[in-house]
DNA sequence: ATATCGATTATCT
DNA sequence: GATAATCGATATG
């Protein structure tokens, strides 16, 4: 079960926040909160797994082959949400880094669901036995995805700093513990660059790991 | 427990 | 026409 719930009246990080290298952005992003508010429901999930992609120097970005129509958001300003559709099948949520005008993102990897889990579990048409099933709500970009209704048509570029555009990150004060950094997840080019952030022992970070850390 | 594979389509060469 | 920042199912030890 969640260790602590956000408080109602959190409030959205700055648009500072993001105007960074996307290596610090996704390290400070450990622990926050990605918050969905929409006809009276609220989903709040701790992000608990990011993937840094740097500009155009980075083979493996969506950016790397410069701007093109599906990846604008992220060569505007920061803050914005960049969502892109893979393999036929998923969408994964990312938020654009970086001052207005140089590409860069953070890819959401895994999240640890704290309020709204049932509702996340009828997003994603599982039904939850026991606390072993909560990973499979939001470990993976894809999954979290679908858990929070993400897709590309009704959220590339909402502004994830406004709470009004019922999409946002929060810091409700959690300090994230046991930082891990290792190699990205899924990529062929530029695959050994040590850019994915997790915590450490964290049972909702995506992949073939289970207790240990 | 790890390994391999098929699904399915927007985007780019 | 090939590819892809994935997932879920199936196969095998």
């Known amino acids: 079960m969640p260790e602590s719930v956000p408080s109602a009246r959190m409030k959205p990080l700055a648009r500072v926040f993001f105007a960074r290298n996307p290596r610090r952005v996704a390290r400070e992003l450990l622990g926050k909160v990605l918050v969905r508010e929409s006809a009276g429901s609220r989903l709040t999930a701790r992000i608990v797994e990011v993937e840094a992609y740097l500009g155009e120097k980075d083979s493996a970005a969506h950016s790397a082959a410069g701007k093109t129509l599906r990846n604008a958001v992220l060569f505007g300003p920061p803050g914005y949400a960049y969502v892109y559709f893979i393999y036929g099948n998923h969408y994964c949520l990312n938020v654009s880094c970086e001052p207005e005008g140089r590409a860069g993102g953070v890819l959401f990897r895994a999240l640890e669901p704290l309020t709204g889990i049932e509702a996340m579990a009828e997003s994603r048409g599982v039904t939850l036995h026991n606390a072993k099933d909560w990973p499979r709500l939001t470990s993976g970009p894809g999954r979290l995805s679908e858990a929070f209704g993400i897709t590309r048509a009704r959220d590339n570029g909402r502004d994830l700093t406004s709470a009004e555009s019922g999409l946002w990150i929060g810091d409700d004060g959690y300090r994230?513990?046991?930082?891990?950094?290792?190699p990205r997840?899924?990529?062929?080019?530029?695959a050994a660059m040590p850019l994915r952030y997790y915590l450490g022992r964290n049972l909702f970070v995506s992949g073939p790991r289970l207790r240990k850390g």
């Open 176 to 182: 994230a513990r046991r930082i891990v950094v290792g």
């Open 185 to 190: 997840i899924g990529i062929t080019k530029a």
